[in-house]
């Protein structure tokens, strides 16, 4: 089995210049700036199968991205489990593969070095469509309820390690 990282990783989904889809990349940066010794942070504009080796070698991870279901106010933050997600896990072309997809996908071909533990911080997005360097009001007001989420769920996996 592959000797994984003991070290915590959290990593932004997003795009910059995409409006709320930047969220991700917000949080994560927040996250970076607090200097957590046993944190690593991530700021990926990336989709697909490219998620898989950024995983690689960590146990735990966080991944914070905007999410719009229109089924909720924009900003209001959600977390998700890997299952959360098994009901979108589809065959597709490489281009076309979702995030749980490519879980899968990376469970299935590598799992001892794909981690053992992941929770979804989503926010709900407003607006995706425009290219803005800027969120949405409510989406930027949502980034401090994200950050708690994340920071959260790290110091639960720091008092609840993972199984060996």
């Known amino acids: 089995m592959a000797d994984r990282s003991d070290r915590l990783l959290v990593v932004g989904l997003g795009s910059p ?21 046993d944190v690593d942070v991530a700021m990926e504009a990336i ?3 490219d998620i898989i080796p950024v995983l690689w070698g960590y ?3 966080v991944i914070v991205d905007a999410i719009q279901t229109r089924q909720y ?21 490489a281009h076309d593969i979702n995030l ?10 590598e799992p ?7 929770k979804f911080v989503a926010i709900e997005a407003e607006d995706l469509q425009t290219m803005h360097e800027g969120m949405t009001p409510l989406v930027e007001a ?8 994340v920071l959260y769920y790290l110091e639960d996996f720091r008092n609840q390690p993972a199984k060996r």
């Open 59 to 61: 146990r735990d991870v």
């Open 142 to 149: 949502a980034v401090d309820r994200a950050l708690d989420a």
């Open 100 to 109: 749980a997809t490519a879980m899968k996908i990376g469970r299935d071909t």
């Open 47 to 49: 989709g697909g199968l």
């Open 112 to 118: 001892e070095m794909m981690p053992d533990r992941v």
């Open 73 to 93: 106010e924009p900003g209001t933050v959600m977390i998700f489990d890997p299952e959360d997600f098994e009901p979108t896990i589809v065959s597709a072309s």
């Open 17 to 37: 210049i995409m409006s709320d889809d930047a969220v991700g990349l917000v949080v994560a940066e927040k996250v970076k700036e607090m200097g957590m010794p």
